[in-house]
């Protein structure tokens, strides 16, 4: 003998019902799941950039002293030779401009911060290139698209001093670099 149960349009519709709503229920935690990774991902994105004397990463982090000595002596004119630094990228998005601040001492002493189109000859203290002019003190300020643009990249720029500077004196610069929130590029997410 057979026994049938009767099977109701109203029960096979409350069967599809049911199983619609499990797996939509499923489908939407992990449409959230992934929308709360993304978020996490885009909320942990950093910005910034420092002057480093080390021309790799990682470049450290504060504000660089750069110190230009007299290298011809106390005897004659003094000599003071370019220096060669780095504006390195510390953030994990691409930069597009930063503020460069610099403080100049002795208070007679004026620098100029140059960059070059191709890679310095640093030995020579020479740019094949095209020079551009960053920041001339006694500008303390200023903003500038002169920047490592990929995250852990670096811009070499070099600081020279001239002005009325006393012979046993040291001149020093001093550089800061700040990056703004609206100076960077944002991520794009793809394959989402």
């Known amino acids: 003998m057979h026994v049938h149960f ?16 499990c797996t939509s229920l499923a489908a939407a935690e992990a449409a959230n799941r992934a929308q709360v990774s993304a978020a996490t991902l885009a909320s942990s994105a950093k910005w910034g950039a420092v002057a480093s004397t080390s021309s790799t990463a990682p470049f450290g982090s504060g504000v660089l002293s750069l110190p230009l000595p007299n290298t011809a002596g106390n ?31 002795p208070a007679g002493a004026t620098f100029k911060i140059e960059a070059c189109s191709v890679t310095w000859n640093e030995t020579a203290g020479t740019c094949a290139g095209t020079l551009t002019n960053v920041l001339d003190t006694p500008a303390t300020r200023l903003i500038s698209s002169i920047v490592p643009t990929a995250p852990g990249s670096g811009v070499r720029l070099r600081a020279s001093v001239s002005g009325s500077i006393p012979k046993n004196t040291t001149p020093t610069l001093t550089i800061e670099v700040e990056v703004a929130r609206n100076q960077t590029r944002t991520a794009t997410v793809t394959g989402s």
């Open 75 to 105: 005897n004659g004119n003094p000599v003071y030779s370019p220096k060669f630094f780095t504006i390195g990228n510390t953030g994990t998005l691409n930069v597009t401009g930063a503020a460069y601040t610099a403080t100049a001492s």
């Open 6 to 21: 009767p099977v109701s349009r109203a029960g096979a519709a409350a069967s599809v019902t049911a199983l619609l709503l």
